[in-house]
């Protein structure tokens, strides 16, 4: 339900049977480019859809094909016109996604992906600069470290390549391999025959810093809560006498995620409002059970979306969690990703959400307690994963704060 990431790609969310008969037209019209009619019977009240209202599209399409200088692409015109439709709608939130696209659109959501294992990161002249390498995967099984620059891919160079480019000679259908040539830190060049597997992505990490629990969470998508619950469960066994959540540059995730994780933070209370445009409310409780209330901060940016900027909201508003950081970035509707008929998806907002005292976060956000920025440099370090602990302002803006709460 929620946008993931500057904004990438939302999660699945309930349809109201009337948002669900609304769809249909957006299917009909990509129908229609293909079949040049369209002609619809809504459920819900029977009624048939006049044609002529999408005649401009089917005679703009047919013109092009009949007179276009070249042949026409006709799935590129598809894919064209529900994308400008869509885009139409004036939502930033709202997005179409290609065929081409729903592979990496469903690892996002799902938190996986067919690869390697390695993260990488474009070099000018040596390749791609391992940056680290996923547990279980081929990659790590290999021999390929940290540290190391991958060269080339079934013996095609990758040196200058653009990332996109190099990428792409690695990538492949799961259970097949590549032959990679890897030159480690000590200089050492070999080919290493690496398998694509399935990756699952822990989006979540926890750490102590002192006596404080440290907890990033990258988005909350599939199986993010229960990673979340097991590893704040895990501090607090261990003795952490604060909690810090880190959701800077978190682009949300699932609205099911989300309520899962402040159901296990906080005691009896509503977690979560939602309404569509006819006025039908749902609302979401959370029961009493839930971890020992410690002193808590949440740490925000303007990359905070959706779920994210909603997690430091609620928080906020019962006074379990203080925010520090800068605003962050507003998002209040909800999308439903809807297949159409050639398996392609329309992720359209269809809800609007508010916290539990009734604030939409719509072009607002939240304002944190206590507002600390980064510099140009520490926000690109923080985003690159590589500010360090004593170096973030905004983390150790937070640790004073509890370690001054603790104290007494």
Not at 102 to 107: F, H, I, K, M, R
Not at 117 to 140: C, P, Y
Not at 272 to 301: H, W
Request: aromatic share 8%.
């Amino acid at each position: 339900m929620y946008e993931d990431r500057r904004p990438e790609r939302p999660a699945r969310g309930a349809i109201s049977t009337k948002t669900a008969v609304f769809l249909m037209f957006v299917v009909g019209i990509s129908v229609a480019i293909c079949t040049w009619a369209i002609m619809y019977s809504i459920n819900a009240s029977k009624t048939v859809v006049n044609e002529n209202r999408f005649s401009k599209l089917i005679e703009a399409a047919e013109i092009m094909e009949e007179n276009y200088v070249t042949d026409v692409d006709i799935d590129n015109m598809m894919d064209a016109a529900v994308n400008a439709m869509v885009e139409s709608l004036g939502d930033r939130w709202s997005y179409y996604v290609s065929v081409e696209e729903l592979e990496s659109y469903e690892s996002n959501v799902n938190n996986n992906y067919v690869g390697v294992g390695v993260t990488v990161e474009r070099t000018t002249d040596k390749g791609l600069l391992v940056i680290s390498v996923a547990e279980g995967g081929g990659a790590e099984e290999a021999g390929i470290t940290a540290g190391s620059y991958i060269t080339a891919a079934d013996g095609q160079s990758i040196i200058g390549f653009e990332l996109s480019d190099a990428t792409a000679l690695i990538k492949g259908a799961e259970g097949t391999t590549v032959v990679l040539t890897v030159r480690d830190e000590a200089g050492r060049t070999q080919e290493l025959t690496v398998e694509r597997r399935t990756i699952e992505v822990d989006p979540v990490s926890a750490q102590f810093i002192g006596d404080i629990g440290y907890v990033t969470l990258e988005n909350f998508n599939a199986s993010s809560a229960e990673s979340f619950n097991e590893k704040v469960d895990a501090l607090i066994a261990q003795g952490a006498k604060g909690l810090i959540f880190d959701v800077r540059f978190n682009g949300g995730g699932r609205v099911s995620e989300l309520c899962d994780m402040l159901d296990h933070l906080l005691p009896e209370c509503t977690i979560f409002v939602t309404d569509d445009k006819y006025g039908n409310r749902d609302v979401m409780e959370s029961d009493a059970e839930c971890i020992e209330q410690l002193p808590c901060v949440v740490l925000v940016n303007e990359d905070s979306y959706s779920a994210a900027e909603y997690f430091a909201a609620v928080q906020q508003e019962y006074g379990t969690a203080e925010v520090v950081g800068v605003q962050t970035s507003g998002k209040g509707y909800s999308q439903a990703p809807i297949s159409l008929s050639d398996g392609s998806v329309i992720s359209l907002s269809t809800r609007t959400y508010y916290t539990p005292s009734g604030i939409s976060l719509e072009g607002v956000g939240i304002s944190p307690d206590h507002v600390v920025d980064l510099t140009d440099e520490q926000y690109q370090q923080l985003y690159y994963g590589e500010l360090a602990i004593e170096d973030d302002p905004q983390l150790q803006y937070a640790l004073e704060l509890l370690n001054d709460e603790i104290a007494g």
